[in-house]
C-alpha cells in the first residue's frame, strides 16, 4: 500500500479540483487497472528491460529518470513535512516562540536528518524496515479518526467559505498529479508480486483490489472530512490547520512526523538502487560508494528543502513530473506494445484511455505548475490559522516560492 503521509495534501487538491468533481471522478479504478497492466506483460523480463525493449534507449532514460525522481521529490516534501509539522509539537511543549532555535524549521529539519534519516537510509538492505509498513496503518487509523472527531468538535470555529463546495475547479490536472504521488506505487509492484504464493495475474489482481479499495476508503474519508471542516482555508499539509493549543493535534503531528521519519528511507533506498543500476551497473557492490550516494542523497534532499516550504506545489510538481508517467503512461504503453496487434481493439482500450489521460494530465499540469511558480505561489510556513488566533496575537508567516 502507498504511504499514508502524502494522502495528507489531498485535501487542499479537492479544493483546487472541486469538492463534487473530485468525489465522481474515481481515479482509483484507473489506478487498479494500471497496476493491473503493470503486471501482466511485464513481471517476467521487468520494468526497465521491458521499457527498453519497446521504446529503445530513450525510453530506458525516461524511465529512469521519473524512478530517480519519485522518490527524491518525495523525500524533499518529507522534509518540509518534518519542518512544518515538529516545530509546532516543540513550541508547544516547551512554550517557545518562532523565532527561537526549536521554533527554526531548518535546524529542526538538520537535527532529525542527521540523528534519524541519514543513519537510517544507510542500511543495505530494506528487510529491517519492515515494521514500517504496519506501524503506518496504525498510525494512519488514529490521525483518520482524530479528523474524523475534529470534524465535528470544529463546528462553528471555522467559517465555512462562500465557495467552498463547488462541481469543478480550474486545479484539476494539479489535483490529478497529487492524487498520483498518493497512489503511486508502481515502483514497488514487483517486490510484492514475487513475495505472493503462488504469484499469478488472477491473485495480482485481487491484492491490487483489496489495497486499492482500501486506500481509496481512507482517502475519502480524510479528505471530505478535512475539507468540510476547513474549506477554502485548507493548506497543503492538512495538520497544519489545526490549532497549535490542540493537543490531540500535537499528538498527531508527533505521530505523523515518526512516520515521515521511518519512510524517509524507503524513498532514499528506492533512489538510491535507481542510480546504481543506472550508472554502476557492471561494477560489484561497495560499502563505501553506497556511503558516499547515500549521504549525497540526504544531503541534496535537506538543501533543496530549504529552498521553499510550499509543500503543494513540491507534491505538484512530483506528481505531474513524476508519479503521473509512472503511474498511467508508462504501463499503458508497455501493454499496448507488448500485446502486438492490431492498436484500435476492444483490449486495449483502457490501456489507451490510461496513455491518453495521463499524457494530458502531465503536459497541462507540468504548464501550469511552472505558470503558478512564476507568477509567485504563497504559503504559510507553520503560522497559526486566523480562527486559531482569535483575541490572541501571533506573527503571521508566508512565503513565496
Known sequence: MCPYQRRLALVERRME????LDILMCFDILFDESCEISLS???????????QSQFGK????????AQFLYPLIAMISYNIIIGDTITK???RMFDVSRNSLLGNRHFIVFLCTLFVTLPLSLYR???????VSFLSLVFAASIVIFVVIRSFTMVGLVVPSSDGIVFANTGFTEAVGVIAFAYMCHHNSFLLFDVLDNPTQSRWNLVTHISIGFSCLI???FGICGYVTFTGTVQGDLLENFCMNDDWANAARLIFTITIMLTFPIECFVTREVFENAVFKEKQSSLLRHSILTVCLV????ALSTLTDC??????????????????????????RVTGGPYFTFEKAPAILLATSGFLIAMIGTVKSVLDMIQGVKCSHGAEMNYCIQNSTSLHNASTF
Open 17 to 20: 479540483m472541486g469538492a463534487v
Open 41 to 51: 506483460e511485464i513481471c517476467s523480463s521487468g520494468s526497465p528491460a521491458l521499457i
Open 58 to 65: 530513450p525510453g530506458y532514460y525516461f524511465l529512469t529518470v
Open 89 to 91: 509539537v516543540l513550541m
Open 125 to 131: 538492505t530494506i528487510v529491517r524496515l519492515s515494521l
Open 219 to 221: 482517502i475519502v474519508v
Open 299 to 302: 544531503i541534496v534532499t535537506f
Open 311 to 336: 509543500l503543494s506545489i513540491v507534491l505538484e510538481l512530483n506528481g505531474v513530473l513524476a508519479a503521473v508517467p509512472l503511474a498511467y503512461i508508462l504501463p499503458a504503453a508497455a501493454y499496448i
